[in-house]
């Protein structure tokens, strides 16, 4: 029985260990090194096909992050952010949606208060235990290493909206099985 679609407008991710594997290099000049995997990339590329708008929720301020959201077209990154519930709530408020019309991805303890308030949400493989218990997919795959494209094809699948992105990407539907 397929599951019935939530109407998700706006997906929220995290970044340490959601979009990256969580590890945080420093350099000896004092610069923060990241590494996002190209494949998140273009998932959340495919969302704006689907009319979903993706946004960084992040506890931590990065420029590697600011940098990596302009390169994805995301317009909202909010970092620095120790209440994460109250700000997705907030920022629901401020695009006129329902926190049940939003998704939240996301991997440690920080992340589980606005995954219980998001209408679905998600985790990597190699999330906190508490986290999977609470998610509503947990991908098979770690943070940073295609998690977040893999979530959001499932949210895409269970939406209705997989075949509109295959069209907007001119992929054959023989190609996509």
């Not at 929720?57 to 995301?74: D, K, P």
């Not at 990597?124 to 795959?141: G, H, K, T």
């Not at 959001?152 to 054959?172: K, N, S």
Request: charged share 30%; net charge negative.
């Amino acid at each position: 029985m397929a599951e019935t679609p939530l109407r998700i407008r706006l997906v929220v991710m995290d970044v340490d260990g959601t979009l990256t594997d969580g590890r945080i290099t420093y350099t000896a000049e004092g610069l923060e090194l990241k590494s996002f995997h190209a494949r998140d990339g273009a998932g959340i590329k495919l969302l704006p096909a689907a009319g979903i708008r993706p946004a960084i929720l992040s506890g931590r301020v990065s420029a590697a992050t600011t940098r990596r959201a302009a390169e994805l077209g995301i317009d909202i990154v909010l970092q620095g952010i120790g209440d994460k519930a109250g700000r997705l709530r907030e920022l629901c408020q401020e695009l006129a949606i329902d926190p049940l019309e939003a998704a939240f991805f996301g991997d440690d303890l920080g992340d589980i208060p606005p995954m219980r308030i998001a209408g679905w949400s998600a985790a990597p493989a190699d999330a906190a235990d508490e986290v999977r218990a609470v998610a509503s997919y947990v991908s098979r795959l770690g943070g940073g290493r295609g998690a977040v494209r893999d979530a959001i094809e499932v949210l895409l699948r269970r939406e209705g909206h997989w075949d509109r992105v295959l069209d907007a990407h001119d992929v054959p539907r023989e190609a996509a099985s």
